[in-house]
Every structure is written in structure tokens, then in C-alpha cells.
């Protein structure tokens, strides 16, 4: 039922808009009404808070959907997942009550921000502090490519609150759009998900109240880790999506085209091609779904195969985009079809929520810790 509501949703109003999303660059603000009345931007809020009470596998199901016809559309769902994960996992009952609310009841964009310019890799790396000043805290630093920056209303802020503790000393905050001290850098220019707004998160001087915080000092870096080890599939189901919509264009396409007066589908060479996308496009979403129910069912150790779906997936689906380009020949290379949006848009799938090269490091740790 989630699947093929989410699949009419997304053809019905996403994909006839995807093309000039991409071409203009800009945030489709008018999805954040549509896509919020539908409850995909409180996808993950409980009932109790307006949501939906989806668990990672409707939001897999729901971001797969959605990146079948528009990257950037599926990111504007990802995102505000990601965004209010540390608020469910680390909120308490009355911080749930007033952000969850606004969210659901009025659309409300949230954010995550993490990385930091030196890198997000290490507690250490984490500059951005929070002081203890009277009843609150005073926020210094920088966050950059944070998707929303600028457009959210709440902001889920790791910093530091006793370097010297390493992992024990991050905490994480919610900072209110509006509040003195919080600042924005320009909006980054991608090659691809032009739809979805990057920017840098700046704080100088922000003073917020202690009531901000989300749990308890020192529990910011198990709710980051928890909060990617839940996102990781998302992203990986996002990349599925991505591919599967360039393949089903490839495959329409190879139909159609003729070379040799016959269609190209009616060579080997196109016929392996696609057989082979369709079949590492099956073990990555097979992955990517086994991730989540891993994550649903509340098993232990879920980081790893996270780790891996998101890799796994995200390598597949650059591959598949990039061959789907392939079967389109010089049509591909031309903006006119869609397979060239899917490629830029894939790309940033092996790149973010740590790159690829950190999630080999991350399953290497698990494995290799004895
Ligand atoms: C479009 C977009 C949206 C984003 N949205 C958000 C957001 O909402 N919130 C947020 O907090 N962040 C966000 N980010 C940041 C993103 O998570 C980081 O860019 C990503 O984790 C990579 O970090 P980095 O850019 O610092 O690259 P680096 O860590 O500097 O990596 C550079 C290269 O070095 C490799 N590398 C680094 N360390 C090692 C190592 N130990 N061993 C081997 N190789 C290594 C990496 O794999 C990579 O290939 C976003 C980024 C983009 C591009």
C-alpha cells in the first residue's frame, strides 16, 4: 500500500515537474505543501505527533519511489528524515511535542548538520562548541553542505561540549531558525540534486536554551551514529531508485531506436548490458531491504550491513545510470532525456553520509574487531 501510494504520488505530481526542477536549480517549494499534506515529510513521527509512524522500511520504500522520477524530490523526503531522527531518538515527550507538532501540523523543513569543513570522521574533528552559559549553551562554529540550510526551521546541531572526552563529549542541540547567532553560507552549486538546497550552517555567539538539547552531555555521537546507521539504507534505496528510473528509460529507449534496421534492444551487446543492470539492481535493493528490516526488527550490530547497502547500492546504481547513459548513445550526453539528470543525481549517493571509501572502513572495523 505505502509503495503504490508513494509511486502515484510521485508520477502524478513529481515527475512531470523533475526536468525543469533540475534546469532551474531551484527548491520546489510548492512539494514541500503537496508532499507534507500527504505525510511524507513526517514519515518517521509518531502518530501521537501528526506523523505516520513509519519505520526505515516504508521510508526506504517511500525515497525509492519518489528518486524513480526525481533525485531531488527523493532527497527533500531523505533529509527530513534525517533531520528529525535525533529529535526521535533522543527527544524527550514535551521537545517531541512542540518540534513534531510544528512539523507535521504546518510542514516544517528539519536538518542535520554534521559535518564540519575539517571533516565530521572523528569527535575530534567536531569544532563547533557548545559552552554552558547560565540556563543554556553558546553555540560557535560551522557546519557545511548541510541540505536545507537556510530553508529549515530546525536544525539537529552536533557540538562539542567537552572536546577533551572525545565521543563522550559531543552533544546535539535543535537550533531554531530565527534565533540571533545563526547564520547561513551561500547556496552551493551541485552538478546534480539541483533541486535540493546545500548550504553552510554558520553560529556565532547563538544562544539557545538548555531545554534544546537532546538527551543527555556527551550522548551526541551514539545519536549521530544510530541516527546514519538508519539513514544509510534510505540512501542506498535512493540510489536504487534512481537507477531503476534510468533503466526503465534505457529499455523504453532500446525498443525504439533503430540502427541496422533493427531495433538496438536486438543486439547482444544492449541485451547483456541490461541484463546485467536489472540483475545487480535486484542484489542491491535485496540488500538494501534486508538492512532495513535488520534495522526494524531491532538486531544487533545493524551498522555494518547498513555500511554495506549503502556501498553496495549506491556503487550499483552509479554504474547502472552510467550504462543507461551508454544505451542512449549521443542522446544520452544530451539533456533532453532524463538518464543524464539520474547520473549527476547518483553520484552524491557514494559521496555523502560519509563516502564510500568509509563505509568499506566501517565494515572492515566490525569484521576485524574480533
Ligand atoms: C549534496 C550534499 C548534501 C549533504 N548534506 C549534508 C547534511 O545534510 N548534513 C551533513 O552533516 N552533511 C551533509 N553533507 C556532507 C557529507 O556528508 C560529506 O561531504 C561526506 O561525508 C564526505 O565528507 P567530506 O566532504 O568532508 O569528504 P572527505 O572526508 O574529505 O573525503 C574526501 C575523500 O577522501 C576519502 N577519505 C577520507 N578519509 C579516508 C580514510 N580514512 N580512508 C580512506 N579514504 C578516506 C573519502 O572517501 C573521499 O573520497 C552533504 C554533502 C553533499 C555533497
Redesign the pocket.
Request: proline letters at 0%; aromatic letters at 12%.
Given at each position: 500500500m505505502i509503495r503504490a501510494a508513494a509511486e502515484k504520488t510521485a508520477q502524478r505530481i513529481v515527475q512531470p515537474r523533475a526536468a525543469k526542477i533540475d534546469a532551474a536549480g531551484e527548491f520546489p517549494w510548492d512539494l514541500v505543501e503537496a508532499l507534507g499534506k500527504q505525510g511524507y515529510l513526517s514519515l518517521l513521527l509518531p502518530e501521537s505527533y501528526g506523523g505516520t509512524d513509519g519505520d526505515v522500511t516504508s521510508f526506504c520504500i517511500v525515497v525509492e519511489e519518489f528518486a524513480k522520477v526525481c533525485g531531488s524530490s527523493s532527497l527533500l523526503i531523505l533529509?527530513q528524515g534525517?533531520g528529525t531522527l535525533p529529535i526521535l531518538l533522543g527527544g524527550n515527550p514535551s521537545q517531541k511535542d512542540v518540534y513534531f507538532t510544528e512539523i507535521s501540523e504546518k510542514n516544517r523543513l528539519a536538518?542535520?548538520?554534521?559535518?564540519e569543513p575539517e571533516?565530521?570522521?572523528e569527535p575530534s574533528s567536531i569544532k563547533t562548541m557548545a559552552e554552558k552559559e547560565g540556563n543554556g549553551y553558546l553555540i560557535n562554529g560551522r557546519?557545511?553542505?548541510?541540505?536545507?540550510g537556510g530553508l529549515a526551521k530546525f536544525y539537529s546541531v552536533f557540538a562539542a561540549t567537552q572536546p577533551e572526552r572525545g565521543a563522550e563529549g559531543i552533544s546535539v542541540f535543535v537550533v531554531e531558525e530565527g534565533t540571533p547567532g545563526l547564520l547561513f553560507g551561500k547556496k552551493?552549486e551541485?552538478i546534480g540534486?539541483r533541486g535540493?538546497v546545500?548550504a553552510d550552517v554558520i553560529f556565532e555567539d547563538c544562544r539557545i536554551p538548555q531545554e534544546n538539547r537532546l538527551g543527555d552531555e556527551g550522548e551526541g555521537w551514539k545519536i549521530a551514529r544510530d541516527t546514519m546507521t538508519m539513514s544509510r539504507p534510505v540512501i542506498g534505496a535512493q540510489a536504487v531508485g534512481i537507477a531503476q528510473g534510468a533503466l526503465d528509460f534505457a529499455v523504453r529507449y532500446a525498443n525504439e531506436r533503430t540502427q541496422f534496421g533493427k531495433p538496438i534492444s536486438s543486439f547482444q551487446a544492449i541485451q547483456f548490458m541490461i541484463s546485467d543492470m536489472a540483475t545487480h539492481l535486484e542484489a542491491a535493493r535485496a540488500l538494501v531491504y534486508k538492512a532495513a528490516s535488520e534495522i526494524d526488527g531491532k538486531r544487533k550490530d545493524t551498522e555494518k550491513l547498513s555500511a554495506i547497502s549503502k556501498y553496495f547500492a549506491s556503487e550499483i546504481a552509479m554504474k547502472v545510470t552510467t550504462d543507461a547513459v551508454q544505451i542512449l548513445g549521443g542522446y544520452g550526453y544530451m539533456k533532453e532525456y532524463p538518464v543524464e539528470r539520474m547520473m549527476r543525481d547518483v553520484k552524491?549517493t557514494q559521496?555523502?553520509?560519509?563516502?564510500?571509501?568509509?563505509q568499506r572502513?566501517v565494515v572492515a572495523q566490525e569484521l576485524l574487531k574480533g
Open positions: 533529509s534525517l536538518a542535520f548538520a554534521l559535518r571533516g565530521e570522521l557546519k557545511g553542505f548541510v541540505t536545507h552551493e551541485k540534486m535540493s546545500t552524491v559521496i555523502y553520509e560519509e563516502a564510500n571509501q568509509i572502513w
